[in-house]
């Protein structure tokens, strides 16, 4: 059973960047499909980035694509989210997960998850 936790949360100026780390223990990391999520105070969950085992292909949505990279080291048991540019709107708990058997946008679909680290966009 992974267990993931997160850190490089903050407070940031817009514009900005930060950099998020997950470290993964547990089972082999390079079988597992990584993702990131974030929820702010009021809103629903949504998708950020994911990259399957190999660190080959990564996914973005249309709000962070551009901005946002994901990456991961296998070596290190480690999944990284680069973050620049940032906007107030990027404000919001964000959360490392992992699921086996594919990438998915759809955060159910994942079994493992981190404690979630508070990223603040300041205007």
């Known amino acids: 059973q992974a267990q993931l936790v997160e850190s490089g949360g903050g407070w940031v100026q817009a514009g900005g960047s930060l950099r998020l780390s997950c470290a993964v223990s547990?089972?082999?990391?390079?079988?597992?499909?990584m993702a990131w999520f974030r929820q702010a105070p009021g809103k629903d969950r949504e998708f950020v980035a994911a990259?399957?085992?190999?660190?080959?292909?990564?996914y973005y949505p249309k709000s962070v694509k551009g901005r946002f990279t994901i990456s991961r080291d296998n070596a290190k048991n480690t999944v990284y989210l680069q973050m620049n540019s940032l906007k107030p709107e990027d404000t919001a708990v964000y959360y490392c997960?992992?699921?086996?058997?594919?990438?998915?946008?759809?955060?159910?679909?994942?079994?493992?998850w981190g404690q979630g680290t508070q990223v603040t966009v300041s205007s």
């Open positions: 990259i399957n085992r190999s660190g080959g292909s990564t």
């Open positions: 997960v992992a699921k086996t058997g594919g990438v998915s946008d759809i955060s159910d679909r994942y079994d493992y």
């Open positions: 547990g089972p082999t990391f390079s079988n597992y499909y």
